[in-house]
Nanobody, 122 residues
Framework: QVQLVESGGGLVQAGGSLRLSCAVS????????LGWFRQAPGKEREFVCT????????YYTDSVKGRFTISRDNAKNTVYLQMNSLKPEDTAVYYC???????????????WGQGTQVTVSS
């Protein structure tokens, strides 16, 4: 079993920044690809980005390219999502998740954090 605990969500003004963190425990951290997803009210869970086991492979959904950055610190068993130039449409519950390989389908992820609310005001 793998457990993920998120932190860093909050309310920010449009154009502002937030950094989300997700601490991973219970199994070898570096064995998993890690991803971030988000879900706005009334919408399906959306892939945001993912990072591979060694951090050598990353993918981002088009709407966040150039604004969001995923990173991981294997020594700290933590994955991060740096979010800059936030827009109101970024408002959602953000989830971190672990998968055996890089993927963009949420159903390919085996473990999930509790979710943290990000609200961007206009």
């Amino acid at each position: 079993q793998v457990q993920l605990v998120e932190s860093g969500g909050g309310l920010v003004q449009a154009g502002g920044s937030l950094r989300l963190s997700c601490a991973v425990s219970g199994r070898t951290f570096s064995s998993y690809a890690l991803g971030w997803f988000r879900q706005a009210p009334g919408k399906e869970r959306e892939f945001v980005c993912t990072i591979g086991w060694s951090a050598g492979t990353t993918y981002y959904t088009d709407s966040v390219k150039g604004r969001f950055t995923i990173s991981r610190d294997n020594a700290k068993n933590t994955v991060y999502l740096q979010m800059n130039s936030l827009k109101p449409e970024d408002t959602a519950v953000y989830y971190c998740a672990a998968a055996p390989r890089v993927a963009r389908d949420p159903y390919e992820y085996d473990y999930w954090g509790q979710g943290t609310q990000v609200t961007v005001s206009s």
